[in-house]
C-alpha cells in the first residue's frame, strides 16, 4: 500500500460546479497535512494547509479525518484557471528527519 | 525576494556525463530538499539536509551526491548520468519540520 493514495482522475467538470478530492494516508502519527497545486510543468505550490478543525479560504475547503486517516480538499465554484493537479502531501516521521511524502496527484479540467 | 533559486532549467546530458544541479535560498530556512518528478511516480525525495552541513539520504539516493556547503546554497550531482535519471528536479526548503515546502522552479534533465 502507497503512503498517502490519491485518486488520479482526470476530473472534468464545468464551471461554476464543487468538486471534492480525497487522499488517504498510513501513518497514524501523521503530524501535518498540506494540498500544493501544480500546474503543467511547472513547480508546486502550497494551496492550504489542512488542520484538525477544518479549514477555508475562499472558494476552497480543506478537512482532516484522524479516525479514517484521511483528508479532503473541496473545491466550490469551480473556475477555469482551477485547472490544474492537486497534490496531497503528508509530514511522516519524527524530528529532523519528518519528511513530506506526496501523492501522485488528482488531475483537475474545469471546462468551459 | 526570489525565494528557492534553481540553475539551469534546462539541460541535456549523454550517458556517462557529470554535471551539478544548483540551489540557492534567501529565506534563512535551515532545511533543504531534492526531489525528482517522473510521470505517475509523484515526487519523490533523494536528499535533504536538516541544518548547514549535515546532508542525509532520503527515498531514492543512489546515483547522487550532495553538498551543503553553507546555509544558502544546497547543490546535487550527478557524477555518472543515466538515462533511467532523466527527470524534472526540484528544490525546496521549509521552515520548520511542520511546515510546508517551498519550491524552486525545477531543472528539466535529459540524459540521452
Known amino acids: 500500500r502507497k503512503e498517502v493514495e490519491q485518486d488520479p482522475g482526470p476530473f472534468n467538470v464545468p464551471e461554476g460546479a464543487t468538486v471534492a478530492f480525497n487522499c488517504t494516508y498510513s501513518n497514524s502519527a501523521s503530524q501535518s497535512f498540506f494540498w500544493y497545486r501544480q500546474d503543467c510543468r511547472k513547480e508546486p505550490k502550497l494551496l492550504m494547509s489542512v488542520y484538525s478543525s477544518g479549514n477555508e479560504d475562499g472558494r476552497f475547503t480543506a478537512q482532516l479525518n484522524r479516525a479514517s486517516q484521511y483528508i479532503s480538499l473541496l473545491i466550490r465554484d469551480s473556475k477555469l484557471s482551477d485547472s490544474a493537479t492537486y497534490l496531497c502531501?503528508?509530514?511522516?516521521?519524527?524530528?529532523?528527519?519528518?519528511?513530506?511524502?506526496f501523492g501522485s496527484g488528482t488531475q483537475l479540467t474545469v471546462l468551459p | 525576494n526570489a525565494g528557492v533559486t534553481q540553475t539551469p532549467k534546462f539541460q541535456v546530458l549523454k550517458t556517462g556525463q557529470s554535471m551539478t544541479l544548483q540551489c540557492a535560498q534567501d529565506?534563512?530556512?535551515?532545511?533543504m530538499y531534492w526531489y525528482r518528478q517522473d510521470p505517475g511516480m509523484g515526487l519523490r525525495l533523494i536528499y535533504y539536509s536538516a541544518s548547514e552541513g549535515t546532508t542525509d539520504k532520503g527515498e531514492v539516493p543512489n546515483g547522487y551526491n550532495v553538498s551543503r556547503l553553507n546555509k544558502r546554497e544546497f547543490s546535487l550531482r550527478l557524477e555518472s548520468a543515466a538515462p533511467s535519471q532523466t527527470s524534472v528536479y526540484f528544490c525546496a526548503n521549509r521552515e520548520t519540520y511542520n511546515s510546508p515546502l517551498h519550491f524552486g522552479n525545477g531543472t528539466r534533465l535529459t540524459v540521452t
Open positions: 529565506m534563512n530556512h535551515n532545511s
Open positions: 502531501v503528508v509530514n511522516m516521521g519524527t524530528g529532523s528527519a519528518r519528511q513530506l511524502t
